[in-house]
Nanobody, 115 residues
């Protein structure tokens, strides 16, 4: 059974930092493209970071320079370091693992950026 379990969300002030973790079980995450998405009510899920199994990373302009995705293959875990957080970063953040047509999602972790 595949599970992706996110953690690390919470309430942070504007300009602050958080590190999200996504612990995978039932798959070898190093074989997958791993990604983080976020979603706010009434909006489509938005891609915020991608890490391919070849080591490439990609970010949309909205988070480039502030967010960093990384992997610890020994722990089968993917991270999202978020710096310089803004109120518009408030969302539920989801971890995704993709290998061809096979895709898996975590349950999400809430990030709230507010003073």
């Amino acid at each position: 059974q595949v599970q992706l379990v996110e953690s690390g969300g919470g309430l942070v002030q504007p300009g602050g930092s958080l590190r999200l973790s996504c612990a995978a079980s039932g798959i070898i995450s190093s074989r997958y493209t791993m990604a983080w998405y976020r979603q706010t009510p009434g909006k489509q899920r938005e891609l915020v970071a991608t890490s391919t199994r070849g080591g490439s990373t990609n970010y949309p302009n909205s988070v480039k320079g502030r967010f960093t995705i990384s992997r610890d293959n020994a722990k089968n875990t993917v991270y999202l370091q978020m710096n310089g957080l803004k109120p518009e970063d408030t969302a539920i953040y989801y971890c995704n693992a993709q290998l061809g047509p096979k895709g898996y999602w975590g349950q999400g972790t809430q990030v709230t950026v507010s003073s």
